[in-house]
Nanobody, 126 residues
């Protein structure tokens, strides 16, 4: 059974930093591309960042560029999202997702991902 478990969410002040992690089990982590998405209150789920299976290629939403960094440790089956200079609008539920490396991979498309975590809440306060 595939499991993606996010951790590291919480409350942080605007301008601060927070790193969330996603630990994967039940799949061959190194053969999966990994992505981060978020859902803010009253909004649709949106793409945040993604990293390909070898870690050499990353993608970011415009809102994340320059502030967020996605990284992975294939030895630990874990993907990370480091968020700096957090803004009030970064408040959201953050989800990680895994996509099989078979076929075309479009990092920002929900349907290209096969597995999803339950998410972790991040709240940015003023």
């Amino acid at each position: 059974q595939v499991q993606l478990v996010e951790s590291g969410g919480g409350l942080v002040q605007a301008g601060g930093s927070l790193r969330v992690s996603c630990a994967a089990s039940g799949l061959t982590f190194s053969t999966h591309h990994m992505g981060w998405f978020r859902r803010a209150p009253g909004k649709e789920r949106e793409f945040v960042a993604a990293i390909r299976r070898n870690g050499g290629n990353t993608s970011y939403a415009d809102s994340a560029k320059g502030r967020f960094t996605v990284a992975r440790d294939n030895a630990k089956n874990t993907v990370y999202l480091q968020r700096n200079s957090l803004k009030l609008e970064d408040t959201a539920f953050y989800y990680c997702a895994a996509a099989s490396s078979d076929g075309l991979f479009r990092p920002s498309l929900f349907r290209d991902y096969d597995y999803w975590g339950q998410g972790t809440q991040v709240t940015v306060s003023s």
